[in-house]
């Protein structure tokens, strides 16, 4: 059973920061920013606790997003555990920093072992070591759970040399990369032999054929299946691009045209609406002809852009562009902004953001719309001050929604940004993966 991994490494540094921030600097200005507040003590008390606070809300974040996985597990395992034997492959911890094989246990025992133990009112056993759980596997008593620690650990899970020089010569990559992929299959093989029947829940990694996920699955020809979020995921797709409910609208945003044009081209074949939004607006209006500032631009986008026009008309699916934006002369809260057409931007002022007119003509597409696909912000909405374009766009979805329509969000930033509106449980379905989504929209087989 395979469950993606989490990065509780953050939630710890930040409160440690909040630690020592609280110790060297904190008590000095919290006393002063507390006397400057008078005699509201209540005050004083708030700032002087707030980086514990804040580390504290961080930590139950962290605690819930946990809780929330393990809540798949929960219902997967339920329906097969009481009479079998479970063996759950995770990619918990993070190997690319070097950290060591005890913090990975350390989590795994703080997080996932206690947890799944209470939920499940079973003993769950930890393999320290992915390849010498034999043991483990079969002592295992029916009703029980062994995890196995961060495949990951091993090179052989992603298929991937590691340790190259970075001066590698081209042939060396290609031995280094024969000789993992030959040791991996001893590894698949050996991590197929702790079960007779195999889940894969991992959507996040859908898109990679990795040991734990593609691999494996191989070993059980007739005894594989998919758990429920996976199962979730697909029907979700399968709702918007198999059998929608029509108009239906996708909404595609980002930086890049070069990183969307597969899934722009894919998407041509099934839309009725198609709103392109965000920072790739700008190489469709200089394509076009119009002045876009110093706004983002892919030049050798410019053929691509102009056939993505073409094949909307041709296939009738009506475009709409982010028609006027907020441009600024400065990437930071604090810049000025001003309002102009995306196709007349002035000169040392770049497009960040969808102006309300622009919204308001999304707004009327979305509200008109059976079913929608959401992915890529249509403005920088990392900066507050350029985050009301995508956040009307994720309102006017959610009221889409409540009106009746289905609406699926998908992509990394995408995500972030309907969470950080607030918004996620608004919409019908929000995607857990950025990647293996976006090559599924692609039209790609997934491995
Ligand atoms: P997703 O991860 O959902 O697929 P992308 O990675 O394609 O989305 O795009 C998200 C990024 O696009 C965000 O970091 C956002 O700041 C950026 N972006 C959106 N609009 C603009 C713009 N006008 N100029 C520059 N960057 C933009
Ligand atoms: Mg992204």
Not at 163 to 168: P, V, Y
Request: aromatic share 10%.
């Amino acid at each position: 059973y395979f469950l993606p991994g989490s990065d509780y490494l953050i939630t710890g540094i930040l409160t440690w920061v909040c630690i020592i921030f609280e110790l060297v600097l904190g008590i000095k200005l919290n006393v002063r920013i507390a006397k400057s507040f008078g005699k509201t003590k209540g005050w004083g008390v708030l700032l002087f606790f707030f980086p514990f606070i804040v580390s504290l809300i961080l930590g139950f974040g962290k605690a819930e997003y946990i809780g929330w996985c393990l809540s798949f597990i929960e219902d997967a395992v339920e329906g097969i555990c009481d009479e079998e034997k479970v063996t759950w492959y995770t990619n918990v911890s993070r190997i690319k920093r070097k950290i060591s094989d005890r913090l990975g246990k350390r989590a795994a025992e703080q997080y996932i072992i206690k947890r799944v133990e209470e939920l499940l009112g079973t003993p769950v056993q930890f393999a320290d070591d992915c390849q010498k759980a034999d043991e483990l596997a079969a002592n295992l008593k029916p009703g029980e759970v062994l995890l196995l620690e961060n495949l990951r650990f091993y090179a052989e899970e992603e298929g991937k040399p590691r340790g190259l020089a970075e001066d590698a010569t081209d042939d060396e990559k290609k031995a280094a990369k024969a000789a993992v992929k030959e040791s991996q299959k001893k590894f698949v093989e050996k991590l197929a032999s702790y079960a007779d029947c195999y889940i894969n829940d991992a959507f996040g990694t859908a898109h990679r054929a990795h040991a734990s996920t593609a691999l494996i699955a191989k070993y059980f020809p007739n005894d594989k299946m998919f758990g429920y979020l996976m199962e979730g995921e697909i029907k979700a797709i399968d709702q918007v691009l198999g059998h929608p409910e029509r108009p239906l609208t996708a909404v595609i945003g980002g930086a890049k045209v070069s990183s969307k044009i597969g899934i722009i081209e894919h998407l041509l074949d099934f839309v009725d609406n198609m709103i392109i939004g965000g920072g790739m607006v700008y190489t469709f209006k200089k394509a076009q002809g119009g002045t876009i500032g110093d706004s983002l631009v892919e030049e050798d986008q410019f053929d691509v852009a102009l056939r993505i026009v073409e094949k909307a008309n041709s296939k009738g699916v009506k475009l709409y562009f982010t028609s006027e934006v907020y441009a600024t002369n400065d990437f930071d809260n604090n810049a000025d902004k001003i309002i102009c057409p995306s196709n007349a931007i002035p000169d040392g002022w770049q497009g960040m953001d969808a102006s309300p007119a622009a919204v308001e003509q999304f707004r009327e597409v979305l509200m008109n719309s059976k079913t929608i696909l959401w992915n890529g912000p249509v403005g920088v909405f990392e900066i507050n001050k350029f985050s009301t374009g995508s956040r009307a766009v994720a309102e006017a979805i959610a009221e889409a929604t409540a009106a009746g329509a289905y609406s699926l969000i998908g992509g990394g930033d995408s995500v972030a940004c309907i969470n950080k509106f607030g918004l996620a449980d608004k919409v019908s379905y929000v995607s857990t993966g950025g990647g293996a989504l976006l090559e599924y929209m692609e039209g790609k087989e997934l491995p």
